[in-house]
């Protein structure tokens, strides 16, 4: 079982940085891809930022260039690094992970993995 616990959130103005944690346990087996949700009010989850074998990475279009996925093996911790933020960027971001290597198939949707974590609130104001 992998258990996700997402950290970093909080209050920000626009243009401000902010970055998220995301420490994980479980098998590595289990969470071979990891990537980050984002759902505004009345919005669909979507999907912001892949990370799977060999740390290839993906990006929704609307982040790229603004945001780094990264993780740290040894402390099984997988971070977004959220530059210039926007209002639009207001959301709760979700930590997801599965066992199979969804970078592949580049995309990045929420039906594709199979373990998430409760989420921390991001708030950007103009």
């Known amino acids: 079982q992998v258990q996700l616990v997402e950290s970093g959130g909080g209050s920000v103005q626009s243009g401000g940085s902010l970055r998220l944690s995301c420490l994980a346990s479980?098998?590595?087996?289990?969470?071979?891809?990891m990537a980050w949700f984002r759902q505004a009010p009345g919005k669909e989850r979507e999907g912001v930022a892949l990370?799977?074998?060999?740390?290839?990475?993906l990006y929704a279009d609307s982040v790229k260039g603004w945001f780094t996925i990264s993780q740290d093996s040894a402390k099984n911790t997988m971070y977004l690094q959220m530059n210039s933020l926007k209002p639009e960027d207001t959301g709760l971001y979700y930590c997801?992970?599965?066992?199979?290597?969804?970078?592949?198939?580049?995309?990045?949707?929420?039906?594709?993995?199979?373990?998430w974590g409760q989420g921390t609130q991001v708030t950007v104001s103009s």
């Open positions: 990370i799977g074998t060999d740390s290839n990475t």
């Open positions: 997801a992970a599965d066992p199979a290597n969804r970078w592949w198939l580049q995309r990045i949707r929420p039906t594709d993995f199979a373990y």
């Open positions: 479980g098998s590595t087996a289990s969470r071979r891809s």
